[in-house]
């Protein structure tokens, strides 16, 4: 069975360029969540999504980042203009259990910022 | 402010010999707890869960038993395989935080 697919795995780019993080989360589930993992500040949430709707979106840390969920299938997490600090790796996950249930986590995209 | 504590960084266990990852919290309202298992270049997967109403579920070798009073929980391996090997994540929710806290993990390695 298909897990959660992130693209790209490993992402470098120069600060102020648009960087688009993709995910497809696995079939029939109806909960998906962006998070990111820094040293500093460990695993943490940013947005999630019931039914292609964003529920909280309290966890994104600025302006500067935008998440869409056009279809069951397919999410994107966006940051325009991306910094250094951004540089981190960032997970998206699906759930059928809620959002206290398990989640299935992709590998993540490794971000770096230049 | 961490809600989530994981105060070892890392441990280090002979194979065969028993595993305990400690995680402290301080929302005393919470009332659900999951472990997490992370390879390298990996996603997190789901080990095992508890609510509060229970202090103790055990599946195969990992049991994770919760004391509600000293919020704290606890993780067992035993016997630890060199395949255990990984860093593992306490994530408590629920009780008013509809979503999870992950601590930021403790490395366990197994020796053979």
């Known amino acids: 069975d298909a897990g959660v697919i992130q693209s790209p795995r490993h992402e470098v780019t120069e600060m102020g360029q648009e960087v688009t993080l993709r995910c497809k989360p696995i079939?029939?589930?109806?909960?998906l969540f962006w998070y990111r993992q820094t040293m500093m500040r460990g695993l943490e949430l940013l947005i999630y999504?019931?039914?292609?709707?964003?529920?909280?979106d309290s966890g994104m840390p600025e302006d500067r980042f935008s998440a869409k969920m056009p279809n069951a299938s397919f999410s994107t997490l966006k940051i325009q203009p991306s910094e250094p600090r951004d540089s981190a790796v960032y997970f998206c996950?699906?759930?059928?259990?809620?959002?206290?249930?398990?989640?299935?986590f992709g590998d993540g995209t490794r971000l770096s910022i230049l | 402010d961490q809600q989530v504590k994981q105060n070892s960084p890392s441990l280090s266990v002979q194979e065969g010999r028993i595993s305990i990852l400690n995680c402290d919290y301080t929302?005393?309202?919470?009332?659900?707890f999951l472990w997490y298992k992370k390879y390298p270049a990996e996603g997190p997967t789901f080990l095992i869960s508890?609510?509060?109403?229970?202090d103790k579920n055990e599946d195969g070798r990992f049991t994770v038993f919760l004391n509600k009073s000293a919020k704290h929980l606890s993780l067992h391996i035993v016997p630890s395989q060199p395949g255990d090997s990984a860093v593992y994540f306490c994530?408590?929710?629920?009780?008013?935080?509809?979503?999870?806290?992950f601590g930021k993990g403790t490395k366990l390695t197994v020796n053979p």
């Open positions: 996950a699906s759930s059928t259990s809620g959002t206290l249930g398990p989640q299935h």
């Open positions: 079939s029939g589930h109806d909960y």
């Open positions: 999504f019931n039914n292609n709707v964003p529920i909280d």
């Open positions: 929302n005393s309202m919470f009332d659900y």
């Open positions: 508890i609510s509060s109403i229970k």
């Open positions: 994530a408590p929710g629920g009780g008013g935080s509809e979503k999870l806290v």
